[in-house]
């Protein structure tokens, strides 16, 4: 458990700072969406999805393929951590 809250916890640092949000990375809610306009996600667009896949790639040396970069993997914090523990595994 500790490393999966260690894990949500690098990647909401790393949203913040590949996107240069001015926000904390801890009020990122673990399961607010990230994309779209809903009033409790971040409302990002499809400039930061292209950060945010290099950021994750560089972050945890993993390869984002195009098809893979749907939705679902960038639903969530906690969708983009079950990616990059798939991933890594």
């Not at 949000?21 to 996600?41: V, Y």
Request: net charge negative; proline share 3%.
């Amino acid at each position: 458990m500790q490393q999966v809250e260690e894990l949500k916890g690098r990647v909401k640092e790393l949203i913040v700072r590949q996107l240069k949000l001015e926000i904390e990375p801890a009020s990122i809610k673990d399961d607010a969406p990230l994309f779209g306009d809903d009033p409790g996600g971040l409302g990002l667009d499809s400039i930061d999805a292209l950060e945010l896949v290099l950021g994750i790639e560089k972050e945890f040396g993993i390869k984002v393929q195009d098809e893979e970069v749907g939705v679902k993997a960038f639903a969530s914090v906690n969708a983009l951590c079950e990616f990059v523990e798939s991933k890594a595994a």
